[in-house]
């Protein structure tokens, strides 16, 4: 007991000198990316098997069109036009995809500079650490599950209208003994859940051809919906509502509305994140990854606003139904109800997918996550005859049923979001660090100075907006941060030169892209719910409870051991097939 005990003193107070040299143990990190193969191999090996590399741009492309239409417009569209945007919650999905985009960039340099699994988890530990990896992941993970839940909730919905059913509750067993909001219990989605887990467990390439399928019947019946909007619906609904004691106009919620149904609906756009995680499996990281990964974005961000532009034709926004914009739509309508029938199956092609994709991106998180033994090595095995994750996909699997089973689709929609902007608020600030900082060559000082005050001039200038009352003053503030913000990225540009150019593919525009996704992603974060907020808070705690109960002492007892020879350096990147 006492070894047990010096043991755990000495690893707690050499984490605590570790931290005392946070800068120049960044700076090791950002310079040893290309001249770490070997730890790569050996953390790799902690999995067991190898994942195999199958997948071509086109699947990436279809992972991530199939990962993030389905989600957004037939569970989150409704819900932001009729208590956000209304009808300009077209503005909402561009401003959300251009914000997305930015991201995917950032995300793009790191997953060809380093291919292996894990995304934004193994891209924060290789520039800011572990604990800082391990807290932005543990919230994504949980961001994952928690969407998921939702995605498979609505998929209940959307299957009872495909059959006709004129409520969902029929396919759900109401308990009358537990809270409301808790009380339905939904078989259905507990079914879905566990029938994908079944599938991404077998096979990447089989889930890929799956995924496939479902993704081109689900983009026909896009197509048909944007048709059928179009040619039936009236443009007189963008500008008036259904009842004229509510707000008219294109913004009837004015411009913070816009961006508030902006964070609303950015929920839509995290299957590409998940597509991120998998290059470890992508044949020719160089040449598929930016086109899997951005080409998604901008295609999935054009079909968004083409159908939140159809949702706004077919009915004023004071009139969409909040849980079924679409279908709703035409449930009254005679000799049109069956256009209902069909979008319930369109969307429910949509869900399927979604679902199925980010099931994939949350168990390789999970792995790399166990990979680097800040949560069990159990996490991290890879089955030998499938090359999947297998340990991870079950456990996040069945977390994702039992919340699925019985919390209402409302609840959990309030519960996410905040963590997958969060961490994309880091990835950006960690390419730049990338970038700038190099070690014994560059000081990593005016880079961190940098995007401290970059971000609290963004936080300065989106609490403004957010509160402040409106005015001539207001709009000086305003105008004051904008300059400023300008004038230090300006003087940034200028004065500090970049540490070393991506040897493949590279972020355009640096530093102005990521820095624009830094003020956009905290510009967004500011519009969600004080629940977002309290979720984030709850589980970051959890989060660091575990680290410090556990996590610490897992991965210094690892590095003793010789497992991990330099410390939260072990992911990166390996030689890449051209």
Not at 201 to 209: A, G, I, K, L
């Amino acid at each position: 007991m006492e070894t047990h005990s010096s043991s755990s003193f000495s690893n707690i107070k050499s984490y605590l000198q570790a931290l005392s040299d946070t800068p120049n143990r960044l700076s090791r990190r950002a310079g040893s990316v290309s001249t770490s193969f070997e730890e790569t191999s050996r953390v790799r090996a902690r999995s067991g098997g190898d994942m195999k590399r199958s997948l071509r741009w086109y699947d990436l492309v279809g992972f991530g069109v199939g990962g993030m239409v389905g989600a957004g417009v037939f569970v989150t569209s409704g819900r932001a036009s009729s208590l956000c945007a209304g009808p300009a919650v077209v503005l909402s999905y561009a401003i959300a995809g251009f914000c997305a985009l930015l991201s995917a960039f950032c995300y793009t340099e790191f997953a060809v500079d380093m291919p292996v699994a894990g995304g934004a988890f193994s891209y924060i530990r290789i520039t800011f650490g572990e604990f800082l990896a391990f807290l932005t992941g543990a919230n994504l993970i949980i961001d994952y599950v928690l969407s998921n839940a939702a995605v498979a909730r609505s998929f209940t919905g959307y299957l009872c209208t495909a059959l006709g059913i004129s409520t969902e509750s029929k396919l759900r067993i109401t308990v009358n003994g537990l809270p409301k909001g808790f009380n339905e219990i939904d078989v259905v989605a507990v079914l879905v859940v566990l029938a994908l887990t079944v599938i991404i467990c077998y096979s990447t390439r089989e889930s890929s051809m799956l995924n496939m399928v479902l993704t081109v019947l689900h983009l026909v019946f896009i197509v048909f919906v944007i048709v059928i909007g179009f040619t039936r619906g009236e443009t007189k609904n963008f500008t008036e509502p259904g009842d004229q004691n509510h707000a008219s106009g294109f913004f009837p919620f004015g411009a913070s509305g816009v961006f508030n149904g902006a964070a609303m609906v950015y929920l839509s756009y995290i299957g590409y994140d998940a597509v991120s995680t998998m290059a470890e499996e992508v044949r020719n990281p160089v040449k598929d990854i930016p086109v899997g990964v951005s080409g998604s974005v901008i295609l999935v961000t054009v079909l968004y606003c083409l159908m939140a532009a159809s949702m706004s034709m077919l009915l004023p926004y004071d009139m969409i139904d909040p849980d079924a914009p679409f279908s709703g739509a035409f449930m009254g309508s005679d000799g049109w109800r069956w256009v209902s029938n069909v979008i319930g199956v369109g969307a429910s092609f949509g869900i399927l997918t979604s679902l199925l994709v980010a099931m994939l991106g949350q168990a390789r998180y999970m792995c790399v996550i166990g990979r680097s033994s800040v949560v069990p090595a159990w996490f991290a095995k890879v089955h030998p005859k499938t090359s999947t994750p297998v340990n991870a996909s079950v456990f996040l699997g069945i977390c994702t049923a039992a919340i699925a089973l019985f919390t209402d689709l409302q609840i959990l929609l309030n519960l996410v979001s905040i963590g997958t902007l969060f961490v994309f608020y880091m990835v950006a600030n960690a390419v730049i660090y990338k970038r700038y900082v190099s070690v014994g060559v560059t000081n990593p000082w005016p880079t961190l100075s940098f995007l401290f005050c970059f971000s609290l001039t963004s936080i300065l200038f989106t609490l403004l907006w957010q509160f402040a009352p409106p005015g001539k003053p207001k709009e000086l503030m305003l105008g004051a941060c904008t300059a400023i913000a300008i004038a230090v990225l300006q003087l940034f540009h200028y004065m500090v030169p970049q540490a070393r150019k991506p040897e493949f593919w590279g972020v355009p525009l640096m530093p102005w892209i990521p820095s624009m996704s830094i003020f956009l992603n905290i510009f967004l974060l500011s519009s969600l719910d004080r629940p977002s907020y309290v979720r984030f808070g709850f589980f970051s705690a959890l989060a660091v409870l575990v680290y410090v109960l556990y996590s610490v002492h897992a991965s210094f007892d690892a590095e003793e051991d010789g497992t991990l020879s330099q410390k939260n350096v072990e992911l990166v990147k390996e030689s890449i097939e051209v």
